[in-house]
């Protein structure tokens, strides 16, 4: 997909990208050596058949390949990459009165790359080296694999090397990111003004994505539109095409993609209750602080831990809970109402990989004690892109877990019951850690 800015400045984009592809070249090589590899065949992937069926998921675009070009729509593609030499594109382009093939990319990225047109994987074999005993292969083996001789299927500590490396994004990444956040936007503004009018989820479903340009099958992930008490589900999958008897409040977590990078956005609106706006508002105030966090040298595991004692202190004063911060942290009574992470890596993929990874050659950075679900533990380098997302919720489950334990002796149960209806509140933004500072992509996008 090529944005509006894609299109106003192309040698912009062409200069970034180039020099993004050098750097992907860089710590490919050097990753390549350290494992005994000589060369790198990444596979785009392939969209798996239902069974029994003729028919084919969805194809997505696996991100080892992504992050060499932003072909998204091409399966059975290939990069292949020798250190010294120009990379390879393989374009997979079937001859097929069926389907529409992929025509060679004349775009800012294309010129980086030799590109082949192969009608099937067969043409692709024979446009690579007939020995390939030292090349390393990435991506969801398939049949015939075996019989290209690859020295190796997904190495590890290949692998290792080239996820850690990841978590830091070029300028060229950080500005796809950017622009993955100018089309969240867009459809943010639009689903809310869908909402302001009564939508069902389906219809705010549906503004969102008018609003992006985007098909259901180009969003990096399903989004969550929930009204009312769906709020409290926290991966809420559906969207009801009733409208509810009446509004109360919604909670979209939705994002857009750009040359296969992607936003994930979260926002809380009140229909018509002051005082449910009044905690949103409160709410926005303590994720703006907990964002000015990020930064350089930051670990990942403070910030969250921060997190944790923030919404402490919001819960006490939103008078949902009577414990001190000091008791809902120590005690856990928070976690009835803030049970995951602040956030995640984001790149490539919604939750991008090596968030928890020591250092290139592998390993975990242990996740603290009391908080076994943080999906990152890293400190943060220059470029880090992460998503900054605390939000509490009323989630019977929960709830009725507390009211038999000591902890619930804290809970304001009639004030729960009367916030109930609400579902809860999320908001999220996409961050960049920078040297003493950080840049808030979201905040940037909603205000272009």
Not at 169 to 196: I, Q
Not at 204 to 227: T, V
Not at 289 to 298: D, H, N, S
Not at 350 to 363: F, L, S, W
Request: proline share 6%; glycine share 8%.
């Amino acid at each position: 997909m090529t944005s509006t800015a894609a299109k106003q400045n192309p040698e912009s984009w062409s200069t970034l990208f180039a020099a993004h592809l050098e750097a992907v070249k860089k710590r490919s090589a050097v990753a390549l050596s350290a494992t005994g590899y000589d060369a790198l065949l990444v596979h785009a992937g392939t969209p798996p058949l239902l069974f029994q069926d003729d028919h084919h998921l969805p194809f997505k675009v696996q991100a080892p390949f992504k992050v060499w070009t932003p072909l998204t729509d091409a399966p059975d593609s290939f990069v292949y990459f020798v250190p010294g030499r120009k990379p390879l594109l393989l374009l997979h382009a079937p001859v097929d009165y069926w389907h529409k093939s992929p025509e060679l990319p004349r775009t800012y990225w294309s010129d980086a790359f030799d590109i082949v047109s192969c009608p099937d994987r067969a043409a692709a074999r024979g446009a690579l080296p007939k020995d390939m005993a030292r090349t390393a292969f990435i991506g969801e083996p398939f049949g015939e694999l075996v019989s290209w001789g690859v020295g190796s299927i997904n190495p590890e500590h290949l692998m290792a090397q080239l996820d850690y490396s990841r978590a830091a994004k070029t300028p060229y990444e950080v500005a796809a990111l950017l622009e993955a956040n100018v089309l969240g936007a867009r459809g943010h503004a639009a689903a809310e003004k869908a909402f302001r009018a009564g939508g069902s989820e389906f219809d705010i479903g549906l503004a969102f994505m008018a609003a992006c340009g985007l098909r259901e099958r180009e969003l990096p992930y399903n989004p969550i539109i929930a009204l009312n008490e769906g709020g409290a589900v926290l991966h809420y999958q559906v969207q009801m095409r009733e409208k509810p008897a009446r509004f109360h409040s919604l909670l979209i977590d939705a994002g857009a993609e750009f040359a296969g990078y992607a936003s994930d956005i979260t926002r809380t609106h009140s229909f018509d209750n002051a005082e449910f706006a009044a905690l949103i508002k409160r709410f926005d105030e303590l994720q703006l602080k907990l964002c000015a966090q990020v930064r350089v040298g930051a670990d990942w595991r403070d910030i969250h831990q921060s997190s944790y004692r923030a919404i402490s202190e919001f819960l006490r004063e939103a008078d949902v809970i009577s414990a001190s911060a000091d008791e809902a942290v120590d005690t856990a009574l928070t976690s009835v109402f803030y049970p995951h992470g602040i956030g995640h890596l984001l790149g490539l993929q919604v939750h991008d990989v090596g968030g928890r990874q020591r250092d290139p050659a592998g390993g975990e950075i242990e996740r603290p004690y009391n908080h076994p679900f943080l999906r990152l533990t890293r400190k943060l380098e220059d470029g880090c892109v992460v998503t900054v997302e605390p939000g509490f919720y009323f989630i019977d489950q929960l709830l009725a877990e507390a009211r038999a334990k000591p902890i619930g002796q804290k809970i304001n149960w009639a004030r729960v019951e009367q916030l109930k209806p609400f579902g809860g509140i999320r908001i999220e933004d996409n961050v960049v850690a920078r040297v003493g500072t950080h840049e808030n992509l979201t905040r940037m996008a909603f205000s272009s």
